[in-house]
Each structure stands twice: as structure tokens, then as C-alpha cells.
């Protein structure tokens, strides 16, 4: 697997924000699509965003629409999660991961079309 790193979780009051870094440590990102992925206690990872190699795509499950936003810097070799007016369902451990891709709008949302993953983050959304 691929080293990623995430970074930015900690603990916020609902309806504050955090941004979240996925880095690459040796590698470029730029052929290779990003999703994010949650899991929080006692419940299955799910997909939360997902942005293609090209950045020119970018999903998101309903429930995260019109707060969080992806994006990504091929400069810094970085890909961010924007979470804005969190809310408590909002706390999980956050992970990034990266697959390959051989189109610039590839963007896969299942866990199984992802091979390589970060240790994730934990976000906390207090009431």
C-alpha cells in the first residue's frame, strides 16, 4: 500500500468546522482518484466524498451535500475535506483513501474499488 497520511480531526462544537488533509508521503497524487470514508463507533465504514484524479469530479452522500466540500492542491500533493456546520451524527473516524485511475473523472464511492488507505483521523462533534 501506499503511505497517506490524514490530519485535522479533533473535537468541535456542532455547527463549527474542520478541514481535513490527506498527504501523500512519496508519491503523487495525481493520477489517482481520492475518496473519504467514515466509520463511526459500533457502525460500518461508509463513503462520505470522493474527488477524481483531474479534480474536475467530486461526489458527495446526501447527508454531507452542501457542507463539506473536497478539493484538491496537486502542488502540496494534498487533497482536503472542508466540514462545515458539523453536526454530532457528523463524529467518526475519518479515512482517506487512493485508487489508481486511468480517467481524469474516475471517482468511485465503494470501499472496494479503494486499495490504498490512510490510519485515519478522528472527528468529534460536540452538542
Known amino acids: 500500500q501506499l503511505p497517506l497520511v490524514e490530519s485535522g480531526g479533533g473535537l468541535v462544537q456542532a455547527g463549527g468546522s474542520l478541514r481535513l488533509s490527506c498527504a501523500a508521503n512519496?508519491?503523487?497524487?495525481?493520477?489517482?482518484?481520492i475518496g473519504w470514508f467514515r466509520q463511526a463507533p459500533g457502525k460500518e465504514r461508509d463513503w462520505v466524498s470522493c474527488i477524481s484524479p483531474t479534480g474536475i469530479q467530486t461526489t458527495y452522500v446526501d447527508s454531507v451535500k452542501g457542507r463539506f466540500t473536497v478539493s484538491k492542491d496537486n502542488a502540496k500533493n494534498t487533497v482536503y475535506l472542508q466540514m462545515n456546520s458539523l453536526k454530532t451524527e457528523d463524529t467518526a473516524i475519518y479515512y482517506c483513501a487512493a485508487e489508481r485511475a486511468y480517467s481524469g473523472s474516475y471517482c468511485p464511492t465503494a470501499i472496494a474499488d479503494y486499495f490504498n488507505w490512510g490510519q485515519g483521523t478522528q472527528v468529534t462533534v460536540s452538542s
Open positions: 512519496g508519491f503523487t497524487l495525481d493520477p489517482y482518484a
